[in-house]
């Protein structure tokens, strides 16, 4: 599984996703049954078309971490992954056409409808509006959208609260920014980014062709 990490990074890296130090992704898994009460996510500012098993950072679900290079999206990723019952991962990246459709005003949610090859297998919510990368309310934006809105939040970067609406929605996209995926595995989440990637891609054809 950490393997797969690195191998959906270097192939966002291939598509032009990401550049060099940019994207992470998180796991928290399950064995037999029992999810683990750790954590797996990439490191801070390191080359992510070369990351191994090795360079993974595990950290306590529950502990914030201390001065560990852990990702600047900790917190968004600890948020998602807080009421986890079986294996789940976040994949988080800057997919070029999904983040310009949504720059050019293109409500991806509706627009997502209109696409069974993307609404038989991937679930769009909510897009989060424009927040500093890295803040505590990105990380909020993209957990409550990805649950349907819930008006339950985390008071503060120490607490986890554990009443969250269950995950109700499998990608979100974030105005000027990226998008977050959520998975059973990391090549399960990416794949939801890239049935996005390619109707977005479409769609900003499609208007190009009719100006």
Request: hydrophobic content about 35%; aromatic content about 8%; glycine content about 6%.
């Amino acid at each position: 599984m950490l393997t797969a990490v690195g191998e959906v990074l270097r192939e966002c890296y291939r598509r032009g996703w990401i550049t060099t130090r940019d994207g992470n992704v998180s796991l928290r898994m399950s064995l037999e049954g029992q999810i683990s009460s750790f954590m797996h996510i990439t490191p801070k500012g390191v080359r992510k078309n070369t990351i191994h098993p090795e360079h993974i950072i595990k950290l306590n679900i529950d502990a914030l971490p201390a001065n560990f290079p852990v990702s600047t999206e900790f917190h968004m990723h600890r948020y998602i992954l807080s009421d986890a019952k079986t294996t789940r991962c976040v994949v988080h990246v800057h997919p070029t056409y999904t983040v310009a459709a949504m720059y050019a005003g293109i409500d991806i949610v509706e627009a997502s409808k209109s696409f069974p090859e993307l609404k038989r297998y991937t679930r769009v919510g909510p897009t989060v509006p424009v927040c500093e990368a890295g803040s505590i309310q990105l990380a909020e934006f993209t957990n409550k959208n990805l649950r349907r809105g819930s008006n339950v939040h985390p008071q503060s970067s120490n607490q986890i609260m554990e009443s969250w609406q269950e995950i109700a929605y499998d990608i979100v996209g974030q105005e000027n920014h990226g998008v977050c995926s959520v998975g059973k595995d990391p090549w399960d989440a990416f794949e939801h980014v890239e049935r996005l990637e390619h109707i977005c891609k479409i769609l900003l054809q499609a208007n190009a062709g009719t100006k």
